[in-house]
């Protein structure tokens, strides 16, 4: 008797408790993807997925919402002070962490710093701050090395944890993985955001569930209660998964089997434009080519071949026959959502094999010449397949490419170490800024910039802009200078440009979730219908 | 036989050594794990400084001996890709993949060792005829082919069992084992039949040649003549002088069952280390690769010390050879 009646108590108290702690729906969302997070530590990697999952948890001062714009998370409202060096941040107040602690300038300041450290993988981002000051518990100061036009697009990503518990946990340092170095928040997390971690178990399951005291609730949706996350690796089964109703949500659908997810019922498959663009990038620099059959000049160096180059391939085909519909061409390597992007820019040639041709045998490749076309197989949707189009269309004007496709490890340190002189590359743009693609891709390679730059292009006054758009304050005359540098890009013809990605999701048809343009779906905005 | 032990663990010890020195001078063709640590955004001083850390740029006998220095210590590092000690992901994993495979192997012994039996038996039924068939399926089909296939049959349009997942586990002596709980009990069915199928057909079918040859002797005739029974015929006398080759390719199948798991763990989804390894290879996250190939060595090293011992257990003649030999 006295048990049933404390059984009975200890239910009735859950069943208080659970109605007080949930929303109103209790849904679980089952969401599977191809890739897992690599880590919990928030700056120990800077990578796609395991920021994705970091983002549900954890929260940056500010982040880019579903559509992509900057919308304020931590931070209130920011803005540049009388000094142009200084950025002020008004921090949100009444937020606490998962454990209980309150949310105050002294975690931000802590964070940024850790993410700076060298063993940070984030710290890429933070180069040119100085300091991060507290100014008051709600107030932060960011001061950069001279004025820093773009800081809060850097900070889009670098979460905020609290300072007593990371360093409660000793991990007051990112992990460092070189040295065995091993650390308590790579299992653990504190944040602030939307969903508190339940468990997990890598490759395997993660289990997240609401955040019952988010500063959030009432102003995002938050319809999903519970977030079950399993990657599965394999293609052919993260599409069973979703048609036999053992997942809500994929993303990563492969694009063979899109029509089969949107025509089943209970089903569909949204769209949208990828913050990605694929391209090829040409030696244009060295004195000869390793790859090629032509001895003593290099045939890439001639900007009337690249220009043929350009026109021969035809992008219309590649997006009908490889992509199957599901690709923008383009003229430009830069995605539409970066600053600089402009439509005159991104129409691309007509594909016009006379015309190319002739500017080769103007040239004096009349007969053509033989490379070698270095290509990922496990990087980019169809990435084989596109080089494998493009070797036709290369050598319908005499170019005979031969084809090197190779698994992403082994094609982008080909890449870093300069051993290509023609090869695939797609680049996606964090900060949704041109000087993004012109510092890591048009600046010549020296130690701090131009690391992807693999043409070997080197352009000292073109370097001097780009390094001139970091701290130049005035807008106008920035983007000016960005049109300029875009504009001997497109005439120098150092790459030649295929398309932009385009994302697809397949979830339940009663879900209202859009897109995220970087692949970050970030569910406190999702939305279940009826 | 003591002495006989000694010398294969010496020779065990000396398989370990080569395996992870031909493990090392692989990983320089694997690609580098520098773009994978880095991220997009790190300048090349970042790459260099990186590089230099983690002891890339050394020969790769340095990096092979020093890897070996601390493995000895019981160090086998930082897996790069999970930033959380090698030894303890794999021991996470293992778990999962020994579960698959023991309960694979168990289906295709039990299946196949039946089945060859009834075929042989049965020589011209249409039954066995019908199963002999079947199993060329079993011999020919890659192992992708048919997990996607079962999962197309029995997750998408039966709805039956589960396509991924090992499923709920629970603990058995502190170990979390799927088939602790029939969640779990019914995500194991799919991986298992897809891992153990081709090991199935082959015992099948190596017990049912085995069994022909052996029922062809003057031995089994005598007996029959003799009025026994076809049960004690066909099950104590004819199958227990077919098993010392079955013993040997079982032995040699459950090391493949473990590796052939890459695959069939890929397609499931299944949790295990050969999940990890392909993982480790994608990333080429040189710790965990080593630790899985010593690891896999180890296994296949130790299965076949115990398939030489079963030799004397099931068959009398070696043991009477051996004793002979050794004598003064």
Known sequence: ?530 | MLAFIIRRLGQALFVLLTVAFFSFAMFKFMGDPLENLLGQEATNLDRAELEERLGLNDPIVVQYVRYLARALEGDFGVSYRAGIPVAEVIMQRLPATLELAFISGMLAVVFGVLLGIYTAIRRDGFVANLIMTSSLIGVSLPTFLIGVGLIWAFSVNLGWLPSFGRGDTAPFFGVELAVMTWDGIQSLILPSITLGLYQMTLIMRLVRSEMLEVLRTDYIRFARARGLTDRALHFSHALRNTLVPVITITGVQLGLIIAFAIVTETVFQWPGVGLLFINAVNFVDIPVMAAYLLLVGIIFVTINLVVDLLYFVVDPRLRAERSGSEGP
């Not at chain 1, 120990?44 to 994705?52: K, L, S, V, Y």
């Not at chain 1, 409660?168 to 070189?178: G, H």
């Not at chain 1, 690709?327 to 402009?342: A, C, H, L």
């Open chain 1, 1 to 530: 008797m006295t048990i049933k009646q404390l059984m009975a108590a200890v239910i009735m108290t859950g069943a208080a408790v659970s109605t007080a702690v949930l929303p109103a729906s209790a849904e679980t969302l089952r969401w599977a993807r191809a890739g897992d997070s690599l880590t919990l530590d928030p700056h120990a990697q800077n990578e796609g997925p395991t920021h994705t999952l970091a983002h549900q948890m954890y929260e940056p001062l500010l982040h880019r919402d579903m559509a992509g714009q900057i919308i304020p998370a931590l931070a209130t409202d920011w803005a540049p002070t009388d000094d142009p060096n200084v950025w002020r941040f008004n921090l949100r107040k009444g937020v606490s962490f998962h454990d209980g602690s309150a949310f105050t300038a002294d975690d931000v300041v802590f964070s940024l710093n850790r993410a700076m450290k060298p063993t940070s993988a984030m710290k890429e981002l933070l180069s040119s701050v100085k300091e991060v000051r507290a100014v008051d518990d709600h107030t932060v100061d960011i001061e950069t090395d001279g004025p820093n036009p773009l800081m809060p697009n850097n900070l889009t990503n670098l979460f905020i944890m609290d300072s007593g518990w990371t360093e409660a946990n000793n991990c007051a340092e990112p992990q460092d993985i070189a040295n065995g170095g091993d650390n308590p928040c790579v299992r653990a997390v504190n944040g602030t955001g939307a969903y508190v971690l339940v468990s997990r178990a890598q490759d395997e399951k993660t289990v997240l569930k609401a955040n019952p005291n988010y500063w959030g609730i009432g102003q995002f949706p938050l319809d999903v209660s519970e977030i079950v996350y399993t990657p599965i690796q394999e293609s052919a089964t993260r599409v069973s998964a979703l048609l036999s109703g053992e997942v809500d949500l994929i993303q990563d659908v492969p694009v063979q089997d899109l029509d089969r997810v949107a025509t089943t019922d209970g089903l569909s498959v949204i769209t949208a434009p990828q913050n990605r663009t694929i391209f090829f990038g040409l030696n244009v620099g060295d004195p000869d080519l390793t790859t090629d059959n032509v001895d003593g000049k290099n045939p890439l160096a001639d900007v009337r071949v690249r220009q043929a180059m350009n026109i021969a391939i035809n992008r219309d085909a590649i997006k009908k026959v490889v992509m199957r519909d599901q690709s923008k061409p383009t003229g430009v390597i830069m995605p539409p959502f970066v600053n600089g992007w402009t439509e005159a820019l991104d129409a691309y040639p007509a594909n016009d094999l006379a015309k190319a041709k002739q500017l080769m045998a103007d040239a004096g490749y009349a007969d053509g010449f033989g490379i070698t076309l270095n290509c990922p197989n496990d990087r980019y949707i169809n990435d084989e397949a596109i080089c494998q189009a493009a070797v036709g269309m290369f050598g319908q004007i005499g170019i005979k490419v031969t084809l090197d496709a190779k698994p992403k490890a082994q094609h982008f340190p080909l890449i870093k170490n300069r051993e290509t002189d023609f090869y695939m590359l797609g680049w996606g743009v964090p900060t949704f800024d041109s000087e993004y693609i012109f510092n890591f891709l048009a600046h010549t390679s020296t130690d701090k910039l131009g690391s992807w730059n693999g043409t070997r292009y080197s352009n000292p006054s073109l370097d001097e802009k780009i390094v001139s758009l970091a701290s130049e304050t005035d807008l106008s005359v920035r983007n000016a200078t960005i049109s300029e540098i875009w504009n001997t890009l497109q005439d120098e013809v150092i790459y030649l440009p295929i398309h932009h990605q385009v994302l697809n999701w397949g979830m339940r048809a009663n879900i209202d979730f859009p897109v995220q343009p970087e692949d970050q779906p970030h569910f406190k905005f999702l939305k279940i219908k009826g």
